[in-house]
T-cell receptor, first 115, second 115 residues
Framework: GENVEQHPSTLSVQEGDSAVIKCTYSDSASNYFPWYKQELGKGPQLIID?????GEKKDQRIAVTLNKTAKHFSLHITETQPEDSAVYFC??????????????FGKGTKLSVIP | NAGVTQTPKFRILKIGQSMTLQCTQD?????MYWYRQDPGMGLKLIYY???????DKGEVPNGYNVSRSTTEDFPLRLELAAPSQTSVYFCASKDPRGATQETQYFGPGTRLLVL
């Protein structure tokens, strides 16, 4: 089955700096890669996702890049703010619609933004 | 919309006891999922359902049972609680159609402690 590795497990950055979290996946058939943000005591919330037919996607301060050849994808957060502090999870799945039953998650990265 | 709701928020069980974790969504989503999240680990899929009356096992189904009698509800049953089932449980749902067909929406979680 799919295996998703996520690094680093913890990351501390100064407010205003950039943060990068990296994930690798094992199944070349995977074609959907979401990123979830989990705040303390809450459920994960989707912040951005990318499909395998796209190399990069950006939404304001958040961007995701995908390298299908190397089977890795990354989350980039620019101009970090204290409210970005949370645990971030990457995930991978294959298929679409009826075929995309299962997300395989990485172990998470705890991001701390220091004011 | 309330989204995905879960009850209870927290529960302590004794070894061998049973309980049902409740999950309800008001978004008319056909697909629903149960995950467990252990400390420092990503989410692992326990069971999923693609519609009322249809359920299937995920990665870690042992010790759990589910049912799906309605579109809205997807309860998770623990029959003989074991310390290894101490975890945070998340329910999620998605609509496999349309522009957000890949997005899973998570509930706030149920923290379970088995002693």
């Amino acid at each position: 089955g799919e295996n998703v590795e996520q690094h680093p497990s913890t990351l501390s950055v100064q407010e205003g700096d950039s943060a990068v979290i990296k994930c690798t996946y094992s199944d070349s058939a995977s074609n959907y890669f979401p990123w979830y943000k989990q705040e303390l005591g809450k459920g994960p919330q989707l912040i951005i996702d990318i499909r395998s037919n796209v190399g990069e996607k950006k939404d304001q301060r958040i961007a995701v890049t995908l390298n299908k050849t190397a089977k890795h994808f990354s989350l980039h957060i620019t101009e970090t703010q204290p409210e970005d502090s949370a645990v971030y999870f990457c995930a991978a799945s294959k298929g679409s619609g009826a075929g995309s039953y299962q997300l395989t998650f990485g172990k998470g990265t705890k991001l701390s933004v220091i004011p | 919309n309330a989204g995905v709701t879960q009850t209870p928020k927290f529960r302590i069980l004794k070894i061998g006891q049973s309980m049902t974790l409740q999950c309800t969504q008001d978004m008319n989503h056909n697909y629903m999922y149960w995950y467990r999240q252990d400390p420092g680990m990503g989410l692992k899929l326990i069971y999923y359902s693609v519609g009322a009356g249809i359920t299937d096992k995920g990665e870690v189904p042992n010790g759990y049972n589910v049912s799906r009698s309605t579109t809205e509800d997807f309860p998770l049953r623990l029959e003989l609680a074991a310390p290894s089932q101490t975890s945070v449980y998340f329910c999620a749902s998605k609509d496999p159609r349309g522009a957000t067909q890949e997005t899973q929406y998570f509930g706030p979680g149920t923290r379970l402690l088995v002693l």
